[in-house]
């Protein structure tokens, strides 16, 4: 049971979060928000991808966009892509009466460079997981597809199922103690900066001071 205290957090949240806890802290507690190319056409994708009404296709039918939840761990999001397959061992029982295999997809621009699994993207699908196998009653499975290549990589959820639980709860647990504190973490040491789009906002560029400028302007007044 959830404590009458705690602080509901949002999946989307966990890859700031992973990327730089002060980045976490500026969106959710500052409420601050800034684009740059990536975050730009990271929106591109999800909108042409909720866009989308689902429906019926060759291997059974898809929902976009789908709010999921998780009262047990105050968690809620929405997935971009949910996947029913027909599939006679399927653990997911449609309103037709046949069963369904159930695939969370989450779509994203670019591939990780060394087109291994990506942290932070498999743990966001992991938390949506567990959310739409509640939902659900089932065991879904996870994938994300990425734009740039456009492949999908599976995520191995039933093989280390235990690995990624304990590493959300405890993503969880520090972000809500974020949540509740209001304070807003400092940067980390050697945290790399250049492709985040709240670098001036965490950190404004000042204009460097000038004494002969500043003399200069004192004579032309």
């Given at each position: 049971m959830k404590s009458c205290n705690s602080r509901s957090v949002n999946?989307?949240?966990i890859q700031h979060f992973l990327y730089c806890p002060r980045r976490f802290g500026l969106l959710e507690i500052n409420v601050d928000w800034a684009e740059?190319?990536?975050v730009v056409?990271?929106?591109?994708?999800?909108?042409?991808?909720?866009?989308?009404?689902g429906g019926?296709?060759?291997?059974g039918y898809s929902m976009t966009a789908v709010t999921l939840y998780n009262d047990e761990l105050d968690i809620y999001g929405v997935s971009d892509c949910i996947e029913f397959s027909p599939d006679k061992n399927g653990d997911y029982i449609g309103r037709d009466g046949k069963r369904y295999t159930v695939t969370l997809v989450e779509y994203k621009p670019t591939r990780p460079k060394d087109g291994e699994i990506s942290l932070p993207d498999s743990v966001q699908v992991f938390a949506q997981k567990l959310c739409a196998d509640k939902v659900f009653g089932c065991n879904c499975k996870g994938a994300v597809y990425y734009a740039d290549v456009r492949k999908r990589t599976v995520l191995p959820f039933d093989s280390e199922y235990e690995k990624y639980y304990k590493l959300v709860e405890g993503l969880i647990s520090q972000?809500?103690?974020i949540l509740e504190s209001g304070?807003?973490?400092l940067r980390k040491k050697g945290?790399?900066?250049g492709g985040c789009s709240l670098e001036n906002v965490c950190m404004p560029k000042c204009d460097s001071y000038s004494v002969k400028e500043n003399i200069r302007q004192m004579l032309a007044e």
């Open positions: 999946i989307r949240a740059n190319a990536s056409m990271g929106n591109i994708i999800h909108e042409r991808v909720h866009s989308g009404d019926m296709c060759r291997n972000m809500r103690d304070e807003i973490p945290q790399h900066c």
